[in-house]
């Protein structure tokens, strides 16, 4: 590699740790600035690991940005070079075997398109913040640091867990977490 090119790998990996933040700050526009810098600069090199560091939320910031239209929209290089990403994202990995994304818009959108969602799941959808806390459950968090994340108390917690699994119609945390992990399969299978 010449220093270009490793200026450029910085620079790259710079942004896509740019994008993540921002995108873990609900600030989605400056998330997918920052994602379509990186892929501006790395779309003749194969050095993907930069893209691949932040592991599954990868494949939530790449599929945002395809869903983007005028301006802002990825040229065909851009949509050629996301999609591969996308492809080696989900065949990365986890760390305890799980497939461990975030359940955003984006995401939650996919999972009520495909067609491996029980028709249930559909007519009585989950509220975007029982979304939030599935996807919290499903991480492994405990209800009193899911509770100290969304900044309320445990007993509100408890109620949009009764929620959900309710919606869900589940019994337990581990029929919850198995439902979140068929839902996300489901998605992430998908090209």
Same mark, same amino acid.
């Given at each position: 590699?010449? /220093?270009?090119?490793?200026?450029?790998?910085?620079?790259?990996?710079?942004? @896509?740790?740019?994008?993540?933040?921002? !995108?873990?700050?609900?600030?989605?526009?400056?998330?997918?600035?920052? &994602?379509?810098?990186?892929?501006?600069?790395?779309?003749?090199?194969?050095?993907?690991?930069?893209? +691949?560091?932040?592991?599954? #939320?990868?494949? @939530?910031?790449?599929?945002?940005? +395809?869903?983007? $239209?005028?301006?802002?929209?990825?040229?065909?290089?851009?949509?050629?070079?996301?999609?591969?990403?996308?492809?080696?994202?989900?065949?990365?990995?986890?760390?305890?075997?799980? *497939?461990?994304?975030? &359940?955003?818009? $984006?995401?939650?959108?996919?999972?009520?398109?495909?067609?491996? @969602? #029980?028709?249930?799941?559909?007519?009585?959808?989950? $509220?975007?913040?029982? !979304?939030?806390? +599935?996807?919290? *459950?499903?991480?492994?968090?405990?209800?009193?640091?899911?509770?100290?994340?969304?900044?309320?108390? #445990?007993?509100?917690?408890?109620?949009?867990?009764?929620? &959900?699994?309710?919606?869900?119609?589940?019994?337990?945390?581990?029929?919850?977490?198995?439902?979140?992990?068929?839902?996300?399969?489901?998605?992430? /299978?998908? #090209?």
């Amino acid at each position: 590699m010449t /220093d270009l090119s490793v200026r450029d790998g910085i620079s790259a990996a710079t942004h @896509v740790l740019a994008a993540h933040l921002a !995108w873990l700050r609900e600030r989605q526009e400056k998330a997918l600035e920052n &994602l379509r810098a990186a892929l501006t600069i790395m779309l003749d090199s194969e050095l993907n690991a930069s893209f +691949l560091q932040i592991g599954k #939320p990868m494949i @939530v910031l790449l599929k945002a940005a +395809l869903e983007e $239209t005028g301006e802002q929209a990825l040229n065909e290089a851009q949509t050629e070079k996301a999609q591969k990403l996308i492809k080696l994202a989900q065949q990365q990995p986890e760390l305890g075997g799980g *497939i461990r994304i975030e &359940l955003d818009e $984006t995401i939650v959108r996919e999972i009520l398109a495909s067609d491996a @969602v #029980p028709d249930f799941l559909r007519h009585s959808p989950l $509220t975007p913040r029982e !979304w939030q806390v +599935l996807n919290a *459950i499903h991480s492994g968090l405990s209800n009193e640091r899911i509770a100290r994340h969304f900044k309320v108390t #445990p007993s509100t917690i408890k109620t949009h867990i009764r929620s &959900l699994y309710q919606k869900l119609d589940v019994k337990d945390r581990q029929q919850a977490i198995a439902l979140a992990e068929q839902l996300l399969r489901s998605v992430q /299978d998908k #090209p």
